[in-house]
């Protein structure tokens, strides 16, 4: 979801900003440090406009799971919360974890971006809606063994993490046996796309099976400023079966059909033909 103007090489960009500052685009591997250190400052640079732009359209106490609008209340993937320990990695500002808590969950937030975190106490001042949340990382997630019965992320840490097996397998940890892990992400399809809201962006013009990061490097101080990482859906699979998961639900939202809003690169142009995003459900046996 970026402003950049859409190149053959572009991801889809789930951040959905104004203008970056100049910046040069690479495909190269990156490390798990190197993608932290990038992706936690630019949200925090963002964070005040990302909130200003789809703060509306998330609700402060709202779960929506992808730019399609498809919610929780809607599909049901993350089961029953009320009475139930539940925490959210990727949590920004605290909508998704607040509509839980309406629903009588014991919602809880770990985030990257600390000016992230400031919008969700904000919004917990203005609800009287409190969602506990703590600035940490996907891969090193400070609860205890078996303190929750669900975990999800709605568009949030997993596709920053290069360390994905590591992340994962603290969701494992983190969760109760039988316990519900669900999360959505751009439909890796889309990777073979430009990210681009017209015809354009339905053109393939890359390898579905390139995995290689997609990464933005700052012109002036020739640091790496924004990181995301690709994965196939069989590696997908292949990391959840080998940290006990079960997938128990795939679910890839249709563009509705009076739905005319552009996030980014998802639009209803695509909507209509590609699928944007996939949301999984598994259980951890």
Not at 143 to 156: K, L, M, N, P, W
Not at 250 to 276: M, N
């Amino acid at each position: 979801m970026s402003a950049l103007p859409p190149q053959p090489d572009q991801a889809p960009d789930s951040r959905s900003h104004p203008p970056l500052p100049p910046v040069r685009v690479e495909r190269r591997d990156v490390g798990e440090e190197e993608s932290r250190r990038a992706n936690g400052p630019d949200w925090d640079r963002y964070a005040d406009d990302y909130q200003a732009t789809h703060g509306e359209f998330l609700g402060d106490a709202g779960f929506v799971w992808g730019p399609e609008g498809l919610t929780e209340a809607e599909v049901g993937v993350l089961g029953p919360v009320a009475g139930r320990d539940v925490l959210e990695v990727g949590s920004g500002a605290g909508q998704c974890s607040r509509w839980v808590r309406d629903q009588g969950g014991r919602s809880f937030g770990v985030d990257l971006s600390y000016r992230q975190l400031q919008h969700s106490r904000r919004i917990d001042e203005g609800t009287g809606v409190d969602v506990p949340s703590v600035q940490a990382t996907a891969t090193h997630l400070p609860f205890a063994d078996a303190s929750f019965d669900a975990v999800f992320s709605s568009f949030g840490a997993l596709q920053f993490v290069r360390d994905l097996d590591r992340a994962v397998a603290e969701t494992a940890r983190v969760l109760r046996p039988g316990g519900r892990f669900a999360f959505s992400i751009t439909h890796p399809t889309r990777w073979m796309f430009p990210d681009d809201p017209g015809e354009a962006g339905l053109v393939a013009s890359q390898s579905y099976w390139d995995r290689t990061p997609y990464v933005e490097v700052d012109d002036a101080s020739g640091e790496v400023s924004y990181v995301e990482h690709h994965r196939t859906l069989g590696d997908w699979v292949g990391v959840l079966a080998g940290h006990g998961f079960a997938i128990v639900r795939l679910v890839e939202p249709e563009w509705p059909e009076h739905h005319d809003r552009v996030w980014g690169g998802w639009s209803a142009t695509r909507g209509r033909w590609t699928p944007g995003t996939a949301i999984f459900a598994c259980d951890l046996r």
